[in-house]
Structure formats: C-alpha cells, structure tokens
C-alpha cells in the first residue's frame, strides 16, 4: 500500500513529452508533481494547459543550480539534446541523488547510466538512480530486431517515418505543417542519433533512413532483416512472440500495424513478417506512438521500477 507520495519535478513541461508525463503523474498513485518548469510557460497554471491535471500547481523556472533545492525524489529532464548535463552537474554539485530520467540522447552512450528500453533491458537493471531514456526511432528498431539479432546475414535496414511530433516544439521545417502537406520529408539520411543509438545497444550495426509526414504522433520503422538461413514465416512469428510474451507494453500482430492505430496508445506494435521467395529476407513493421511508448510511457515504466512500483502502474493498458 502507498504511504507517502514520492515528488516528482519535470525539467522542460511545455514540450509535448512534457505534458504526456504530466498527465500520467496526474493518475498516478505513488506520484506527485513538486515542481514543472519552462521558461515560456513561467507562473500560468498547469491545469490551463493539461487537463488531466487538477490543482494550483503553476510552471515555474528555476535555474540549473536551483533545482536540487526543490528536493525533488525523482527528476525528469525533457530538454532539447545538450541540455542534460547542466542540469545533472547540478545534482552532483549539490550532492543530491534523486532518480534522474533523461528523455534526451545526451546519456543514451554513457555506460554509467542505465538504458531502459524494460522489454529488453529489464534484467540489466542493477539499481541504478540515473536512467536514460531510449529515442522512439531507436525503440521501435530495437524491438523489430532483437528476437532475429543472431539470425542476421547483414545489418538491418530501416525505413522510419515519424509524426512531426517527433521534432519536438521549437518550430522547424520538420514540425511545420505548411511544409509537411502532402509531403514526406527526409533527413540526416546516413548517421542518424537513433542509427548509432540502436546500433550500440542491440550491438550490431544498423542502418535507418528517418522521414517526417504531415501527421501529429506515431512512427513506423519498416525493418529488412537479412537472414543467414532461410526461416518459415511460423518461425519467424514464434521467435517475435516467444520475446514478448506476457509484455504489455508490446504486441506481435500477423499483420503489419497500421500508425493511424497508434496514436494515443502506450503499447508498440510488431507485425507483418513478410518473407521473401527465398525465405532469407524478413520484413518486419512496427509502430508506437513516437510520446508515448517512444518517450512518456516508457518513462512511467523505468521511474516505476526505479520508485519499486509496479512497472505499469498509471498506464492505461
Ligand atoms: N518528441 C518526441 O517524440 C520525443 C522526444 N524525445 C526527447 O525528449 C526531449 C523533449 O522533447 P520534446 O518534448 O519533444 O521537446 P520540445 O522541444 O517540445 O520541448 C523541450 C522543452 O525544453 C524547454 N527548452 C527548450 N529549449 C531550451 C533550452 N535551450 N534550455 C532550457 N530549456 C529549453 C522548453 O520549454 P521552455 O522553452 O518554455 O523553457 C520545453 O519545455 C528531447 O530531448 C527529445 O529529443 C524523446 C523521444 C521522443
Ligand atoms: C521527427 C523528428 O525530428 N524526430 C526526432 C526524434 C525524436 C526523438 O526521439 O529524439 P531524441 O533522440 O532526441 O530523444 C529526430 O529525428 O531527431
């Protein structure tokens, strides 16, 4: 039974990440916001702008080296890549130790820190108080490869296009509107932070061509998988479910998910498992709501964990 709320602040609550979280702290039992900041959004009401939320909690905008002295039991930082490190050099000036979640790639390389992707890294889970958080490119590709990864010929080829969700709130050719009708949008075609990303903790190389279409939210990575020996289709599926069983947070279709089916759920979706007339080539798709599963949500489950909750505790499932 829950006796005491743990406090929670958010570094960076006017993004949208920010206000996912928002709203599952707001249903959460354990869990309380003590502080959320954004510079943009200082002193107006919380409630005013996330619904869910009910309370006179206002957004606030403390300085890095102010931050420890909230006295926060667990921090997420939702900044902009290159950002997190001020805001962590501050905890450790201060000496404070709370459950740090990084949302950005700046920790995502950092051996010191664990990567919680929990479908896949759940067992490697050792304590640790400073967590980073995967990109939603790079869960999407993960969970399309692992249950094939000592199957492979060559290294997986994956196509994503994104919601321009994904390219966050400070405007860019990327989230604007005007030039994403009728469009789809390519970009950093070749070393992509997710490429480097899922390469390093799948442990082998991959490659991926991001795009960005006129939707709001919800990605598909479309992955070819190479395979070193031909595979029956049945095979294929039972590997994929044998992975995920009992995972709720993601579930193997027959067919290929569809984005528009995503958005706004917290779970991913893996499916189609197309194989070539040679039986040596996969295509596997999955989706995810790119701020949910691919950001908020998976969130919720490492600060579960990390607070001894639960891991799906305030996911609607
Ligand atoms: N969007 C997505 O689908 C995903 C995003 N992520 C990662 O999560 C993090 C947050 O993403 P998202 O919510 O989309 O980002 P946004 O760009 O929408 O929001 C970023 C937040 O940071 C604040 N901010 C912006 N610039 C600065 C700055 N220079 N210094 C301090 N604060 C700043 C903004 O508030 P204010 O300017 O008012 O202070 C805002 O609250 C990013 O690292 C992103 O890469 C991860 C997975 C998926
Ligand atoms: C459409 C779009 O721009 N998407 C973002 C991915 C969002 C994300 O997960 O980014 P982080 O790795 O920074 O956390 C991008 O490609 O950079």
């Not at 609550?13 to 954004?38: D, F, Q, W």
């Not at 279409?213 to 994929?240: C, I, M, Q, W």
């Not at 969130?299 to 964990?305: D, S």
Request: glycine share 8%; net charge neutral; charged share 20%.
């Amino acid at each position: 039974m829950v006796t005491s709320k743990k406090r929670i602040g958010i570094v960076g609550a006017r993004g949208h990440t920010g206000a996912e979280l928002i709203r599952l702290v707001a249903a959460h039992p354990a869990l309380e916001l003590a502080y959320v900041s954004s510079r943009e959004l200082n002193g107006q009401r919380v409630e005013d702008h996330v619904e869910a939320y009910k309370g006179e909690l206002r957004y606030s905008s403390p300085a890095h080296e102010e931050l420890p002295s909230l006295d926060a039991d667990v921090v997420v930082l939702a900044l902009p890549n290159g950002k997190a490190s001020a805001c962590v050099e501050a905890f450790d000036a201060a000496g404070k130790d709370p459950v740090i979640v990084d949302l950005s790639a700046d920790y995502r390389f950092d051996n010191s820190w664990y990567y919680g992707l929990p479908e896949l890294t759940r067992n490697k889970w050792r304590g640790e108080k400073r967590i980073s958080n995967p990109g939603c490119y790079a869960t999407a590709i993960q969970l399309s490869v692992a249950p094939l990864k000592d199957m492979l010929a060559a290294p997986p080829v994956c196509f994503g296009v994104s919601g321009y969700s994904g390219a966050g709130a400070t405007p860019s050719d990327k989230n604007n509107p005007e030039k994403l009708r009728d469009n789809l949008m390519p970009y950093s075609l070749t070393g992509h932070m997710h490429e480097k990303e899922a390469s390093r903790h799948l442990g082998i190389p991959v490659e991926f061509m991001p795009h960005v279409a006129p939707h709001f939210r919800g990605l598909t990575v479309t992955t070819n998988l190479y395979l070193s020996r031909a595979l029956k289709r049945e095979d294929v599926l039972a590997r994929f479910q044998q992975a995920y069983a009992g995972e709720k947070l993601v579930c193997v279709l027959d067919e290929a998910p569809w984005v528009s089916q995503i958005a706004g759920k917290h779970h991913a979706e893996v499916g189609g498992f197309a194989l070539s007339a040679d039986a040596k080539r996969v295509v596997v798709v999955a989706t995810l709501d790119n701020l949910l599963k691919g950001a908020a949500t998976q969130a919720m489950q490492n600060i579960n964990r990390a607070i001894g909750v639960d891991e799906y505790t305030s996911i609607p499932l």
